[in-house]
């Protein structure tokens, strides 16, 4: 018995020095961004745009990478959610389900610049798509779609099943205790799961190179045509985003103060995924706070 109590003393300190270590090296890489790339947000560096000679701003390519983002979840994640609801509601177990899960596991594994050469070949070359907006965002579909599918079927999955067999034995057909059940109780789950991928999404490169391009042409803010490339609203225009700028000037090296404008870039990028995350998750903690003062109030006082 003292045998084992030493033991688990042991696992003890090592788990606590593990999370301690974790929790160092991500406070100290934030400190370290945060440090030097705060000090170059100013409103000249949002607003104004890259030049070679002077630096300057990241005006365009914050418009491209929220573009690309909003872009590339109205395309992945009705076909991400699509494919869990019928996994987890419609499916039989069988062969062909479970050779869905384990294509969607090889996908999730593949290096990101393959999947930038493969975007490259079908969406640049084949569908003439050329380097645009509209191929990066389908080349990072493709690239989100297994995380956002297997994290929206597990968050189906850890629905009370209770609920939905008593539903089902009130008359309700499989899409309504699907919807008025399940999907109002793993509503933060799935929620996770966009977070998860939106964080991708805003900082992927490799696969943006050879699909969305490497410039940031100039931009006419007053012409809302679909269609022409010199619309910031066309999907069809090259879009060099912020992590593919911060790659391409340490890359090439040709434009002045690159260690400024990179930690400045860094900073930013970290700072839209928090906002993202609070408020996604500020939206759902006023969802709940709705639900528990009519559950408070009762049906007899709305």
Known sequence: MKLTSWWEKIIKIWVYLMTVSVLAIICGLLLLIFGLG??????????ASSNYLTGGGVEIQLFNTLYILVLTLLISWPLAFGTAIWLFQYAQQNWFTKMIRT???ILSSLPTIVIGLVGFLVFVVKLQLGFSILS???????????LLTSTSENA???ADQR?????????????????????????????TGIVLSAGRIIGETAALIYTAG??????????WNFLSTGSPLSPFRSAETLAVHIWKIN???????????????AALLILIIILFDTAVYGWLWLQQKTIE??????PFNE
């Open 38 to 47: 705060l000090p170059q947000l100013n409103w000249h560096f949002f607003t």
């Open 293 to 298: 003062e009519r559950k408070f109030r009762g």
């Open 214 to 223: 490497q410039s940031a042409i100039a931009l006419d803010w007053s012409n």
């Open 251 to 265: 890359a090439e090296g040709t434009i002045p103060q690159t260690l400024q404008i990179s930690t400045g870039s």
């Open 156 to 158: 189906l999955r850890s």
């Open 163 to 191: 609920l939905q067999t008593a539903g089902l034995a009130l008359g309700l057909s499989n899409w309504d205790c699907l919807r008025k059940i399940i999907i109002p109780q793993v509503r933060p789950a799935l929620l």
């Open 103 to 105: 294509m969607l596991e």
């Open 136 to 146: 990066g965002s389908l080349t990072l579909t493709i690239l989100n779609l297994p």
